[in-house]
């Protein structure tokens, strides 16, 4: 008789245990095992840029990357943003080069697999990204033609054993560029055509060294991707991996009735396009409408992929071949960021408007309309409990 | 101890009526409502073509750029040729348009175009529309790609 009712109260244990554990449908287990790192394929070779893959080149851009002396001011490098013990950003709501900017930095890993760089997708290479903030005033403020001068009396040696020979800069001036003040203006101008080309083809290249060591920034196994693993498998987590209840909830809604998974998809947590969301704009601000004026921006772009610096052929252009042009989707459209990483990286949004994570998921469950163009994201319900849920999963992309 | 087998039967006897219940409420449940129609061939809107639409390498794959193929043949089943395609399309459930601007960009023979620069950036139900105007006249023909 005990022994039955024992035997009893153990069947009921056993089931109500039953409850708690990971409890994933098939097709749930399908759109993890899509987010996880290990299903992200090997990077892919960038046929625009020859140099994207030899070390000596991501070596000089290493030596760039970091180099101050690639600055108006000596005081800038591509570093001083993109930190490398944060992740390659800079904990800053905007940042702040020579000046302050309008747009929060972004983190480096695995932005060698992004079709479209910065907040709004206005490069359409990562060779061509590292060159945009060397000229614009408030991040390196420099001109290109001083960026030849430079790289040939500081790097010469090096620079040729990669890039072949430095063309002759003598009859160059110190200062021009056809981005930068008035005067830098008039001496572009004034160069010859092939003097244009000569000091435009020294600095492509120095955007292709530094996207050859930009590529090597890869993102890194973290606790989800331990419990992704385990989870396909049916291995039981070892003790630090498994989720507690209130991360598995915040998963099962990230991927479920929240909707995150609709735009932070596959292992890097991004569909890699561009959303508006009704992040609202930073006041003080220079007026900001993403993507919507990016377009414009790339395809003026001298250094974009139908432009004369590409290397290989124009197979690789589909990105711009094929962009979207005109579309009333595009107002304040920024791009989608990954997610990994970010719980120990705020403030969030394009100016970090937000402080928290918490702050962040408010905003797209309360999904307030845009103050231009529509927002794609609509107002859902989620309880305290549910919102912390979410806020744990994400933190599991950190850790 | 009789009292006790009395117990047990009763609950196998209640556990059986809700296993009975619960397989009623399943079988006799709506199905889902019906999914969109995903057919990779039809007749266009106004019956004057035979379209069919397929991925050219045989997989659909989620964010990256590819190429599918649209045949066109009239109702008896000649191809059709020199037809000009505009497409278009996007997710009617997120009310956006598609990511990439799709466009006809080789014609293969045989009432084949080539379809270059789809991307499907998230899953879900994708729609995909093009407008054909060829000799026998223009008509229209609407797909369902679902990832």
Same mark, same amino acid.
């Given at each position: 008789?005990?022994?039955?009712?024992?035997?009893?109260? #153990?069947?009921?244990?056993?089931?109500?245990?039953?409850?708690?554990?990971?409890?994933?449908s098939?097709?749930?287990?399908?759109?993890?095992?899509?987010?996880? #790192?290990?299903?992200?394929?090997?990077?892919?070779?960038?046929?625009?840029?020859?140099?994207?893959?030899?070390?000596?080149?991501?070596?000089?851009?290493?030596?760039?990357?970091?180099?101050?002396?690639?600055?108006?001011?000596?005081?800038?490098?591509?570093?001083?943003?993109?930190?490398?013990?944060?992740?390659?950003?800079?904990?800053?709501?905007?940042?702040?080069?020579?000046?302050? *900017?309008?747009?929060?930095?972004?983190?480096?890993?695995?932005?060698?697999?992004?079709?479209?760089?910065?907040?709004?997708?206005?490069?359409?290479?990562?060779?061509?990204?590292?060159?945009?903030?060397?000229?614009?005033?408030?991040?390196?403020?420099?001109?290109?033609?001083?960026?030849?001068?430079?790289?040939?009396?500081?790097?010469?040696?090096?620079?040729?054993?990669?890039?072949?020979?430095?063309?002759?800069?003598?009859?160059?001036?110190?200062?021009?560029?056809?981005?930068?003040?008035?005067?830098?203006?008039?001496?572009?101008?004034?160069?010859?055509?092939?003097?244009?080309?000569?000091?435009?083809?020294?600095?492509?290249?120095?955007?292709?060294?530094?996207?050859?060591?930009?590529?090597?920034?890869?993102?890194?196994?973290?606790?989800?991707?331990?419990?992704?693993?385990?989870?396909?498998?049916?291995?039981?987590?070892?003790?630090?991996?498994?989720?507690?209840?209130?991360?598995?909830?915040?998963?099962?809604?990230?991927?479920?009735?929240?909707?995150?998974? *609709?735009?932070?998809?596959?292992?890097?947590?991004?569909?890699?396009?561009?959303?508006?969301?009704?992040?609202?704009?930073?006041?003080?601000?220079?007026?900001?409408?993403?993507?919507?004026?990016?377009?414009?921006?790339?395809?003026?772009?001298?250094?974009?992929?139908?432009?004369?610096?590409?290397?290989?052929?124009?197979?690789?252009?589909?990105?711009?071949?094929?962009?979207?042009?005109?579309?009333?989707?595009?107002?304040?459209?920024?791009?989608?960021?990954?997610?990994?990483?970010?719980?120990?990286?705020?403030?969030?949004?394009?100016?970090?408007?937000?402080?928290?994570?918490?702050?962040?998921?408010?905003?797209?469950?309360?999904?307030?309309?845009?103050?231009?163009? *529509?927002?794609?994201?609509?107002?859902?319900?989620?309880?305290?409990?549910?919102?912390?849920?979410?806020?744990?999963?994400?933190?599991?992309?950190?850790? | 101890?009789?009292?006790?087998?009395?117990?047990?039967?009763?609950?196998?006897?209640?556990a059986a009526l809700l296993a009975g219940i619960l397989a009623i409420v399943y079988l006799t449940a709506p199905q889902s409502?019906?999914?969109? +129609?995903?057919?990779?061939?039809?007749?266009?809107?106004?019956?004057?073509?035979?379209?069919?639409?397929?991925?050219?390498?045989?997989?659909?794959?989620?964010?990256?750029?590819?190429?599918?193929?649209?045949?066109?043949?009239?109702?008896?089943?000649?191809?059709?040729?020199?037809?000009?395609?505009?497409?278009?399309?996007?997710?009617?459930?997120?009310?956006?348009?598609?990511?990439?601007?799709?466009?006809?960009?080789?014609?293969?023979?045989?009432?084949?175009?080539?379809? +270059?620069?789809?991307?499907?950036?998230?899953?879900?139900?994708?729609?995909?529309?093009?407008?054909?105007?060829?000799?026998?006249?223009?008509?229209?023909?609407?797909?369902?790609?679902?990832?």
């Amino acid at each position: 008789m005990n022994r039955l009712l024992r035997l009893l109260a #153990l069947a009921a244990v056993l089931a109500v245990a039953g409850c708690g554990k990971p409890d994933f449908s098939d097709a749930e287990k399908k759109t993890i095992a899509s987010l996880a #790192l290990n299903a992200l394929p090997a990077l892919k070779p960038d046929t625009t840029n020859r140099f994207a893959d030899v070390p000596a080149a991501a070596a000089l851009g290493s030596t760039l990357f970091f180099d101050q002396g690639m600055s108006h001011d000596g005081n800038v490098s591509c570093s001083t943003c993109h930190k490398i013990d944060r992740q390659f950003q800079d904990d800053l709501p905007q940042a702040v080069g020579v000046g302050r *900017t309008n747009r929060r930095s972004m983190p480096l890993a695995g932005v060698a697999r992004n079709p479209w760089f910065f907040w709004d997708g206005r490069r359409d290479s990562l060779w061509a990204q590292a060159l945009t903030p060397l000229e614009n005033p408030l991040e390196q403020a420099g001109n290109r033609a001083t960026f030849a001068h430079y790289i040939q009396k500081r790097f010469g040696e090096r620079y040729e054993r990669i890039f072949g020979p430095l063309p002759d800069l003598s009859a160059v001036p110190a200062n021009a560029s056809p981005l930068g003040n008035e005067a830098e203006q008039a001496a572009w101008k004034a160069m010859t055509a092939a003097q244009m080309d000569d000091v435009n083809r020294v600095f492509s290249n120095i955007g292709k060294a530094i996207a050859a060591f930009e590529r090597s920034i890869e993102p890194t196994q973290t606790r989800f991707d331990r419990f992704a693993i385990d989870l396909a498998s049916g291995a039981k987590p070892k003790a630090d991996d498994a989720f507690s209840p209130e991360e598995m909830l915040g998963l099962k809604l990230f991927i479920g009735k929240a909707n995150c998974v *609709t735009c932070h998809n596959g292992p890097r947590f991004t569909d890699n396009s561009f959303h508006n969301t009704g992040v609202p704009p930073v006041r003080d601000l220079p007026l900001d409408r993403g993507r919507f004026d990016a377009v414009a921006q790339v395809q003026a772009d001298p250094f974009n992929c139908f432009g004369a610096f590409r290397d290989g052929d124009a197979g690789a252009c589909g990105e711009l071949r094929f962009m979207v042009k005109s579309a009333p989707e595009l107002m304040r459209a920024y791009k989608t960021p990954s997610l990994r990483g970010a719980a120990t990286r705020p403030p969030y949004m394009h100016a970090g408007q937000f402080s928290s994570l918490e702050e962040v998921v408010a905003h797209y469950a309360e999904a307030e309309a845009a103050v231009e163009g *529509t927002s794609e994201i609509h107002p859902l319900q989620l309880s305290d409990r549910e919102r912390a849920a979410l806020v744990a999963f994400l933190k599991t992309l950190s850790d | 101890m009789a009292s006790l087998w009395r117990y047990l039967l009763a609950g196998l006897g209640l556990a059986a009526l809700l296993a009975g219940i619960l397989a009623i409420v399943y079988l006799t449940a709506p199905q889902s409502a019906p999914g969109p +129609d995903v057919s990779r061939s039809k007749k266009t809107a106004n019956g004057l073509f035979v379209a069919s639409f397929q991925p050219e390498r045989g997989v659909v794959k989620q964010g990256e750029l590819q190429s599918w193929l649209l045949t066109l043949k009239t109702v008896k089943g000649d191809p059709v040729e020199g037809a000009a395609i505009s497409v278009s399309g996007g997710m009617p459930q997120h009310n956006h348009g598609l990511p990439t601007s799709p466009q006809a960009t080789d014609y293969l023979g045989e009432g084949r175009y080539r379809i +270059d620069g789809l991307k499907f950036t998230m899953s879900g139900v994708w729609q995909l529309r093009f407008a054909i105007s060829a000799a026998a006249g223009s008509d229209s023909v609407v797909f369902n790609v679902v990832l």
